[in-house]
C-alpha cells in the first residue's frame, strides 16, 4: 500500500516562508495525482493544492499566488512551498494521493507572531 510521511512544517511569523516535503513509498509515484490537504482546528480538511502526474497543478483561492506545488518523480516526493503565509494558514497539513484514503500523521504549521 501507498505510504506517505511529511515534513517540513513549524511555526513562522506571518508573511514567512516554510517548505514542506512527503515522501512517497509503496507503489509508483509517477502515475499519480498527488495533493496537499490542511485541516485547522474545528474545521474539515480542504485540498489546497493538487499536482497531476503530468505535472499540471490547481489551488484553492485561498492560497493561490503564495503557495506551490511541485513533485520530483526521481525522488518520489513532492513538495509545497508557502510564501507570504498568513494566520488563517495554520493548520496540520497532509499529502495524499487524489482520492486515497488513508492518511498520516500530517506536519504542523502555525502562523503566529
Known amino acids: 500500500q501507498v505510504q506517505l510521511v511529511e515534513s517540513g512544517g513549524g511555526l513562522v511569523q506571518p508573511g514567512g516562508s516554510l517548505r514542506l516535503s512527503c515522501a512517497f513509498s509503496?507503489?509508483?509515484?509517477?502515475?499519480?495525482?498527488m495533493g496537499w490537504y490542511r485541516q485547522a482546528p474545528g474545521k474539515q480538511r480542504e485540498l489546497v493544492a493538487a499536482i497531476s502526474s503530468g505535472g499540471r497543478t490547481n489551488y484553492a483561492d485561498s492560497v493561490k499566488g503564495r503557495f506551490t506545488i511541485s513533485r520530483d518523480n526521481a525522488k518520489n516526493t513532492v513538495y509545497l512551498q508557502m510564501n507570504s503565509l498568513k494566520p488563517e494558514d495554520t493548520a496540520v497539513y497532509y499529502c495524499?494521493?487524489?482520492?486515497?484514503?488513508?492518511w498520516g500523521q500530517g506536519t504542523q504549521v502555525t502562523v503566529s507572531s
Open positions: 495524499n494521493v487524489r482520492g486515497g484514503d488513508s
Open positions: 509503496g507503489s509508483i509515484f509517477s502515475i499519480y495525482a
